[in-house]
């Protein structure tokens, strides 16, 4: 009785097999991607960012000037502006669609650990009451990423900058 009971269990499984090989195979459509923004986001690479800043650059590399309704080949240049309630980002494309240059600025942003270590340690008595995260970002330059940060201890303020390691800039 157990060995009919194993047949059949067996009987049963490479039946479940061989209707899954009889399967449809299904193409899909081809699709096409374009690098041609890889470099603004490999200079940009923000991993210690906030994730709205993140998206917003992602959709500022993908934006496809050719076929947006404000594209004429007479043009060299397009300014094309994304922004969230607390940023933007103003990207200067060319007749291609790669960007030239950005100026990016977004205000109190959740500081990276270096940062926030960096005024830990060089300032423990302050509280950080406003802070700006600023890119520029130039085709041949690469991006420049810097933290302008407002301190208060009491009634007196501090302006600071740091980089995004949290290195002070004087």
Avoid: C
């Amino acid at each position: 009785m157990k060995q009919v009971k194993s047949l059949l269990i067996f009987g049963f499984f490479i039946a479940g097999i061989s209707i899954q090989s009889r399967a449809q195979v299904t193409t899909l459509p081809e699709v096409t991607v374009l690098a041609r923004n890889y470099k603004y986001l490999k200079s940009v690479d923000n991993k210690g960012a906030a994730e709205p800043i993140k998206l917003l650059e992602r959709q500022a590399a993908a934006y496809d000037v050719k076929s947006s309704e404000y594209y004429d080949d007479e043009y060299d240049t397009y300014s094309i502006r994304f922004h969230l309630p607390n940023g933007f980002i103003l990207a200067v494309y060319d007749q291609d669609g790669k960007i030239i240059r950005t100026a990016e600025r977004f205000n109190d942003v959740a500081l990276p650990f270096a940062i926030q270590n960096a005024i830990g340690q060089r300032y423990p008595k302050w509280a950080i009451s406003k802070d700006v995260y600023v890119v520029k970002y130039g085709n041949e330059e690469g991006a420049k990423k810097e933290y302008k940060i407002v301190l208060e201890n009491g009634s007196k303020r501090l302006r600071i900058k740091t980089n995004e390691k949290g290195e002070f800039i004087e």
